[in-house]
Nanobody, 123 residues
Framework: VQLQASGGGLVQAGGSLTLSCAVA????????VGWFRRAPGKDREFVAA????????LYADSVKGRFLISRDNAKNTLYLRMNSLKSEDTAVYSC?????????????????WGQGTQVTVSS
């Protein structure tokens, strides 16, 4: 399974940005995909996840109400719409896919990872 993230950039605080993640090579739709981020000097942390066949979602408390995760079945693409961005959202964002449909924030449950895309929020 290959994942390719894109869409990062520089945005002012309060602004919006949408990240995309193209997913290829998966022969089944029975899995979950998620977004994680790593800020400078910090550990990687869970942001949001969605299970591909049903569209159920899970969010970290820090982004709930501001971020929206979605997927496009026809394009095999995962999205993360980020609104009301804050300086603390600055990080490298990565997409990942697990082997089951179970939604989880546990990093170790995600088997496949794409490269990251930098998001910088200026205050």
């Amino acid at each position: 399974v290959q994942l390719q993230a894109s869409g990062g950039g520089l945005v002012q605080a309060g602004g919006s940005l949408t990240l995309s993640c193209a997913v290829a090579g998966r022969t089944s739709s029975a899995y979950a995909v998620g977004w994680f981020r790593r800020a400078p000097g910090k550990d990687r942390e869970f942001v949001a996840a969605i299970n591909w066949p049903y569209g159920n979602t899970l969010y970290a408390d820090s982004v709930k109400g501001r971020f929206l995760i979605s997927r496009d079945n026809a394009k095999n693409t995962l999205y993360l719409r980020m609104n009301s961005l804050k300086s603390e959202d600055t990080a490298v964002y990565s997409c990942a896919a697990s082997l089951t449909v179970t939604l989880t924030s546990l990093i170790e449950r995600y088997r496949y990872w794409g490269q990251g895309t930098q998001v910088t929020v200026s205050s």
